[in-house]
């Protein structure tokens, strides 16, 4: 094919993309994954069987494993994330709780440092504002202030950022406000491993845990290497995964945005235009810094994603961190920030279209970036 | 064992609650205990029968309650007077006054059970085992502190007691979840939440009571009620000043908080009462501080002189015990004098020895954060220079 068919028919392929990315982000994304994995058996499962799989699994081999939360139970998670757990564990172990995050949560966390290990879930994880004093100021800064005396083996989760059409009160983003709190780890899957992977080391680790999960990802099915449906199989936490090895720009996102991350990466491949690396924290804190910074030493440039308010944001603490490390030597461009608006999400469709990155906005940032060239 | 006063007096008591407890506090023999009557005021109840006014207690038990009051007492003085050298930084919280709470709690309960409080926490961590020196070190924020110094007066703990907690109101539901943990591990244990009258109006309180009522958790809610939240008496903070009935379907009791008695005798039959399945139940201990709400606070703004020196005339805790053991011919005035002495001699070395323990090191400043073994890669000081490697 002569070059200029070439690029003809490769520009009508975006056109098509695109199409089905306004109609059906969901789908799209799901369609890259399947091709982004090279699973051998054919396994496939979605984000929210994952979460359950993890937590029956957590549940059965440690007895000091419980559950808590709103409609965690009988009506088998808000989300159905703990369906079917109530009938295996019984109602000691798997709890429904008032409407009551503070106390709760509070419960959950004095239960911790009796020795039990709470899993303790927030419906979503804007209500647990109600509850953030216990999560920070009793969780996490109990161990350092008894001088080690104190343990609080507790995991708190709940879906995260953004649904569809909930509004303002309902999408908010919280990676930056946890992930700034020293005594807490805090993790963002993105795919089914990494949300039964990250789950798992969450509840095993000694520490307090914040998981973020996202209510969009529950219903996405992703493969499932054999190592992922052990029962033994734990992510570290703290260690980000390369989804995409790439040579000219690297993105990096947690949650939600590597999926859009990974569609404009590929897009822009097809396009000719650049071949980007794409990197899923899946840790918010302790951020992997070693791994984005031997990205950027081999690619020079650097696009974070994100879902939450750009003010203070995650992508903010990257781009402080290169700046002060021996990555900004390597820079060719200034890092970019793609993230949530500054605004509180509205719920006219129209208007939400403008709250959250997407593919398109990752891939017209990428391909402005590389236009730049430090000196140039 | 038993004497056959002590049996009629059980029969007579019948209706009247004597715990299994109280009769396992008879160490010796027969003739070493005795009986003691309450004043009639002691209890006020709310939907549940109030303790027996007559205590049975052993001698031995009485002098260990008087001296544990004194050498409290001594403990928060000399807190007092490191605060005024300066040598305590930031909040100090002292409890003189209220020594009957924590002392009559402990000796009606034993190792198992547990406590949480707020901030005003220094007797509760010594009555739970702390050494006199770990405290006062942790309060001059030195190595020999019981968290290493780096907590502080509002952060003490023992494997019992859960401190010691700065954000009033936030203890409750977590002691509730202590008292959950008793129970989902089978544990006869009874775990007792502390609580102010400033803080019982908190939002999170009602939610632990629910929780405890909802699920029977063995947890005993206390209201220490010294009348004022800080600078704000109890009147003007709160609609409903019956602590012991905002319960509403808890069960509740009122108790003198300045006689060491009744405390003891109110919180072995709250034990009692959540250790055998009826569920949580409300104590109210009406007690009084002396000092200020903090060192920052005369304590004078907002009560006035004649009142703080009526409650010390009339209702010192450590002055009503003294009288008992008096009356009762259970020591002497001398063998009182030498109890006073041997304290105020066991807080002075306690003072020496944490004076004398050095700051932690500066490595310290890094570590904790995370469980050993669990923690994380880095931690990043003031600047980029000052990174920490674990």
């Not at chain 1, 699973?39 to 957590?58: I, P, Q």
């Not at chain 2, 100090?92 to 409080?117: F, K, P, R, S, Y």
């Not at chain 2, 958790?217 to 000043?241: D, H, K, Q």
Request: with cysteine.
């Amino acid at each position: 094919m002569s070059s200029i068919l070439k690029k003809a028919a490769v520009v009508s392929i975006p056109t098509v993309r695109q199409a089905l990315l306004r109609s059906n982000p969901v789908l799209a994304t799901s369609l890259l994954a399947k091709r982004a994995y090279n699973s051998k058996n054919g396994v496939e499962m979605t984000v929210r069987d994952a979460l359950n799989s993890a937590l029956e699994e957590e549940m059965t081999a440690d007895e000091k494993v419980y559950l808590l939360g709103e409609e965690v139970g009988q009506y088998n998670g808000a989300y159905k994330v703990s369906k079917g757990l109530l009938d295996k564990f019984g109602p000691k172990r798997v709890i429904d709780t008032p409407i009551t995050e503070s106390g709760f949560c509070g419960l959950a966390v004095g239960s911790a440092f009796a020795g039990l290990k709470p899993v303790c879930e927030f419906m979503t994880w804007n209500f647990a504002m109600q509850a953030i004093d216990q999560i920070v100021n009793s969780a996490a800064k109990t161990h350092y202030m008894s001088g080690g005396n104190v343990n609080c083996p507790i995991t708190f989760r709940g879906p995260n950022g953004a649904a569809a059409g909930v509004a303002a009160q309902h999408s908010q983003c919280f990676a930056a406000w946890y992930g700034s709190v020293p005594g807490l780890k805090v993790v963002s899957p993105w795919n089914s491993e990494d949300a039964k992977g990250l789950l798992k080391a969450a509840i095993r680790d000694p520490n307090p845990v914040v998981v973020l999960e996202n209510e969009l990802m529950y219903g996405i099915s992703f493969p499932m290497s054999e190592a992922a449906l052990s029962k033994d199989f734990v992510v570290e936490i703290g260690k980000a995964k390369i989804e995409k090895a790439g040579t000219d720009i690297t993105i990096v996102a947690h949650s939600r945005s590597v999926g859009f991350a990974l569609e404009a990466a590929y897009l822009l491949e097809k396009e000719g235009i650049c071949s980007a690396e794409v990197i899923n924290l899946r840790s918010i804190r302790p951020l992997d810094t070693e791994t984005i910074i031997k990205s950027v030493k081999k690619t020079n440039r650097l696009v974070t994603v994100e879902g939450g308010w750009p003010q203070y944001g995650v992508g903010s603490e990257i781009c402080a961190q290169i700046m002060e490390s021996e990555a900004f030597d390597h820079l060719d461009a200034p890092v970019v920030r793609v993230t949530g608006a500054d605004v509180p999400t509205p719920y006219a469709q129209n208007l939400e279209a403008f709250a959250f990155p997407d593919t398109e906005v990752i891939a017209r940032v990428i391909k402005r970036t590389l236009t730049k060239k430090i000196g140039a | 064992m038993f004497s056959t006063q002590k049996i009629s007096l059980a029969k007579v008591a019948a209706k009247a609650f004597i715990t299994p407890l109280t009769v396992r506090t008879f160490a010796s023999s027969a003739a070493r205990n005795v009986s003691i009557n309450l004043h009639k005021g002691s209890f006020e109840s709310y939907n549940c029968d109030a303790p027996s006014l007559d205590v049975e207690i052993s001698k031995d038990e009485l002098v260990r309650m008087y001296k544990s009051m004194v050498t409290m007492r001594r403990m928060e003085m000399a807190s007092d007077g490191l605060y005024k050298a300066k040598l305590i930084r930031g909040f100090c919280h002292l409890c003189t006054g209220q020594e009957a709470v924590a002392v009559g709690m402990e000796t009606a309960l034993t190792a198992e059970d547990n406590i949480i409080t707020a901030y005003r926490c220094h007797g509760f961590t010594y009555m739970r085992g702390a050494s006199i020196t770990s405290i006062l070190a942790e309060l001059l924020g030195r190595k020999a502190g019981i968290s290493g110094g780096k907590g502080g007066s509002m952060h003490m703990f023992t494997p019992n007691f859960f401190g010691g907690n700065g954000i009033v109101g936030a203890q409750v539901p977590l002691g509730a979840g202590i008292a959950f943990a008793q129970k989902y591990k089978g544990h006869k244990a009874a775990t007792f939440s502390l609580y102010g009258d400033g803080a019982s109006n908190q939002g999170q309180v009602f939610e632990a009571y629910n929780m405890a009522k909802l699920w029977e958790l063995p947890a005993v809610f206390v209201c220490e009620n010294n009348r004022y939240g800080m600078g704000t008496a109890a009147n003007r903070s709160s609609a409903n000043t019956s602590y012991f009935k905002r319960g509403d379907y808890i069960p509740g009791l009122r108790v003198n908080g300045m006689d060491v008695l009744a405390v003891h005798q109110a919180v072995a039959y709250a034990k009692e009462w959540t250790v055998s399945g009826k569920g949580p139940l409300l104590l109210e201990m009406e007690t009084y501080r002396y000092g200020g709400h903090s060192m920052s606070d005369p304590g004078t703004t907002y009560r006035t002189r004649e009142e703080i020196q009526h409650m010390r005339s009339n209702n010192d805790p450590i002055t009503g015990l003294k009288q008992r053991l008096l009356e009762f011919n259970i020591i002497t005035e001398d063998e009182m004098k030498a109890i006073d002495k041997a304290a105020r001699v066991e807080v002075d070395q306690a003072v020496e020895e944490a004076k004398a323990s050095g700051e932690p090191d500066i490595s310290e400043f890094w570590t904790q954060i995370y469980q050993k073994g669990s923690g994380v890669p880095t931690a990043r000081g003031r600047e980029p220079e000052e990174f920490h490697h674990y």
